[in-house]
C-alpha cells in the first residue's frame, strides 16, 4: 500500500474533525453508515471499495458494543451442520478462508481445538461425518485449497498429550479440529482504517440525533451531533444504512415508528484465567445445556465462554458479568478441567450482546424489498435508508456486501462488491516481514513471544513501529506496569487507530481490560502521560480520564457480586460518561 495511502488511513483526532468537515459539505455523501461495529465497518470498507461517497459515525468508539466482546472467533459454525444448514456454514467457511489467507492473515490466526467425546464408537463416528463435512466445506469455499489442517483422531491417553489437564472423567477421545481467532476490536478498527485508507470519512463519538427528509417521505440526510465539541451539524446522504446492533430499534424510530427490524439482545458472557492455570496446547468447544463451551488459548491468558442469557435491561451500554454469570462458566469449565478453577483464578470478565432478530419485521409483513437469511436481514425502514441486523463476525464482509447492495439496488450489478480481494491495513507484506520475525527479534531486542505479538497487533506495520522507536528510543520500553506492551503501542493507538480516551486504549486498543486483575488501572498514569501531548490534555482532563476509568473499574467489579442483570447494571450507571 502506498505512503498516500497509509497516511490516509490514520485514524486520529484530526482526521476525525475532518471528516465531520467534509460529510458534512454541500456535496453529502453517498452512503451514510451509522453504526462502528464491525457490520457498519465492513459496510464502510464496501461502500468505499465501490467508489461511493461514505462516511461511518458511531456515538461511541469503535468496537465500543458488540463487536468487542464477542468470543473472538472466526469459524464457520459447526453446531449448525448438526441442524443440516449446509450454505450457512459454507458462507461462513469461506470468509475465515479469505480472512486466514488474503485479507487479515496477522489478524486472523488457525486456531484447534478439540471436540470430546463421552462415547467411543457412535459419538467418534457420527462426530467424525460432521467434522469431516467441515472440513469438506472449507477446502470447497476456498477453491479447492486447504487454509487449516483436517481432523485428527486422538485416543484417551493421545487426548492427554494435547490437553494435560482434562479430567479423566470427562472423556473417552477426542477429535481435533480447526477454526480460528481474532481480536475483534482490532478487526474492527482496522476495517475502519482500510475504508478511510480508500476516502472513507469516520467520525467516532458522533451521535445521529434526527434524520431528514424531503417532501415526498424520502430521507434525504441526518442531523448529527460532535459529542466532543457539542456542534451540532447535517449530513446530506443519498442513501443512510442502519447498523446499530442492539440499537437498531432506537436508530429507527429516527426515521419511522412503523416499518423496521425486531431486535433482541442475548448475553453472552466469558471470562479470562492466567495461560499457565490450563495446561494445553489446544482450545476445547462443546456443547452446554444452554449454549456452547470454548476455552479458547491466547498468548498470556485462556478465554472461556459463553452464555446466552435474554437481556432486558434498558441499559445496552453496559452489560456486564454477575455472579451467577460467573459461577456459570466456571461450572462447564470444571466440567472438563481436572485441576478446577475457583473465583480466585479469574483475571477479567467481559460481557456482549448478541442482537437476534425476530421472526417477523415490525409491521408484521414479509416485505419484497427485505433480503432475509437466517443469520441477517437487510430491510427498507423509508425511501433512502434501509437497516441491517443479525449476523456474526465471521460473516461480515457477506453482510456488507448485501447492505450496499441493497443500498444501490439496480446499480449494484455495474458497480459489484470488490473486497474479496481488497487487504486490510497491515496485511499487503505481511508474510514477508513474519519471515524476517528472527531477524526483527535481533534487531531489536525483542524475544520471540513479544515479536509474535508486535506481528499479530499490527503485521507489516510493524515497521511503522519500528521506525518511531528509532525516532524516540524510550517508545521502545515496556509500560512499567504492563510490560507486555510498549509504549509504542499507546503512542500508535492515538496516531493510527483513533484512540481520544484513556478507555479507547485500555479496553480496545492494548485490552488490558482483559487481561489485569485491575484492568489496566496501574499502567493508566503513565498511559496519560504519552497521550496528553498528542491530544492537548490539560491536567484536569488527565485526571478526569483517570477518575473515570477507576470508577468503571470499580463498578464493574462491585457488579460481578451481584446476582441480577438488573442489580449488576445500577452499578455501572454511576460512571460519569466521558463525553455527550
Known sequence: MSATFTA?????????TAALE??????????????????????ALDAATRGLRTAIVDAGDWAMGTSAWSSKLVHGGLRYLYNLDFKLVSEALKERGLLLERTAPHLVKAQPFLWPLKLPLIERAYSAV???????????????????????????????KVFPGIKDSAFSGAIQFYDARVD????????????????????????VTGVEKDASG?????????????????????????????WTEETEALATQDAGLKVLASKGVHITVPRNRIKATSGIFTKTEKSVLFIIPWQRYWIIGTTDTPYTQQDRLNPVATREDIDYVLMQANKLIADELTHDDVISTFAGLRPLLQPVLKDGSDKS?????????????????????????????????????????????TLPSVTENIKLVGAEGYEVLASRAHALAAENGWDAARTDHLLERYGAELTDIIAQIEED???????????QFLRADVLQAVRAEGALHLEDVLIRRVRLDLEAKDRGLAAAEEIISIMAPELGWDEATQQRELATYRKRVEAIEAASTETSDERATDHL???PIIVG
Not at 490516509?8 to 476525525?16: D, G, I, Y
Not at 483422531?153 to 493421545?158: A, I, L, N, P, Y
Not at 437469511?373 to 441491517?388: D, K
Not at 517508545?475 to 510490560?483: H, I, Q, R, S, Y
Open 8 to 16: 490516509k488511513s490514520h485514524l486520529t483526532a484530526a482526521s476525525r
Open 22 to 43: 467534509a460529510m458534512t459539505d454541500d456535496a453529502g455523501v453517498d452512503i451514510l453508515v451509522i453504526g462502528g461495529g464491525v457490520t457498519g465497518a465492513g459496510i
Open 130 to 160: 460432521g467434522i469431516g463435512m467441515y472440513d469438506t466445506l472449507a477446502f470447497v469455499g476456498a477453491g479447492g485449497r486447504k487454509t487449516v489442517p483436517a481432523q485428527q483422531h486422538f485416543t484417551k491417553s493421545g487426548t492427554k
Open 184 to 207: 475483534d476490536a482490532r478487526l474492527v478498527i482496522d476495517l475502519v482504517r482500510t475504508a478511510a485508507g480508500y476516502g472513507a470519512l469516520a467520525a467516532t463519538r458522533t451521535k
Open 218 to 246: 424520502r430521507v434525504t440526510g441526518a442531523k448529527i451531533l460532535d459529542l466532543e465539541t457539542g456542534a451540532e451539524k447535517t449530513v446530506k446522504a443519498k442513501h443512510i444504512i442502519n447498523a446499530t446492533g442492539v
Open 369 to 413: 424489498s427485505t433480503k432475509v437469511s437466517r443469520e441477517h436481514t437487510v430491510t427498507q425502514i423509508a425511501p433512502g435508508m434501509s437497516a441491517i441486523a443479525g449476523g456474526k463476525l465471521t460473516t461480515y464482509r457477506v453482510m456488507a456486501e448485501d447492505a450496499v447492495d441493497f443500498a444501490l439496488g439496480e446499480r449494484a450489478k
Open 473 to 483: 528510543p524510550s517508545l521502545g520500553a515496556p509500560l512499567a506496569a504492563a510490560p
Open 573 to 575: 450507571m454511576n460512571v
